[in-house]
């Protein structure tokens, strides 16, 4: 292990957008109102930022599309994201946080509420281990990335969103030559059978709850 890597030396950073109705999880819109997609987009956000609070982290970042709302607890520094697209915000969002704090990083996004601090725990001792942890999604994109240190060219230009996200990232790792570990797939919450299924999966959650309020005559 190198030296002064630990359980708790990685810093959590949550990449998300401010859940405001129209521009968040719009996938969800129908059958959901707006209003209710953001609803699912706050529950999903405050759960993820519940789970990096409980985890061991050295600094927990919140880079943020968006203002924040009193969804946000305490204990988060808050960083504006910037770049064109989405890969090069992810790119910018682990810049960022080695330039205020060089320490390993976890980098997570609000898609995945079913998330647990066990999880993330893991993810910063894998990287102890390795340069790099990937969190692999059932869509085939990622729902993680750990970097030991930022590495720009794993994410420049990386296609997102797309079935082949995920390989294509794993290609760029392993072109890298870099000792890289995995987390257990998770699904991200796209669409309402998605959100059906992670509510199952975290019945406990606010996600849950929230999905359960607005009612079970949603189309399957």
Known sequence: MTPGIGRTAAQIVVIAKSPVPGAVKTRLTPPYTAREAAALAEAAL???????????????????????????????????????????????????????????????????????????????????????????????????LGQRRPDPALLAGLPMSRPDTGPLLMERIRAAGVRAALLPELTDVDTAADARAVAALAPSSRFAATLAALGTDVPA
Not at 117 to 144: I, K
């Open 46 to 144: 405050r759960d993820t930022l519940a789970a990096v609070a409980a985890a061991p982290a050295a600094r927990r970042v919140l880079a943020l599309l968006g203002e924040a709302g009193p969804w946000l607890p305490a204990g988060y520094d808050v960083v504006a994201q910037r770049g064109d697209d989405l890969a090069a915000r992810l790119a910018a969002a682990f810049a960022d946080a080695w330039a205020a704090t060089p320490v390993p990083a976890v980098l997570i996004g609000m898609d995945t509420p079913q998330v647990t601090p066990a999880l993330l725990a893991e993810a910063g001792r894998l990287l102890g281990e390795h340069e790099v942890v990937v969190g692999p999604a059932a869509d085939g994109g990622f729902w993680l």
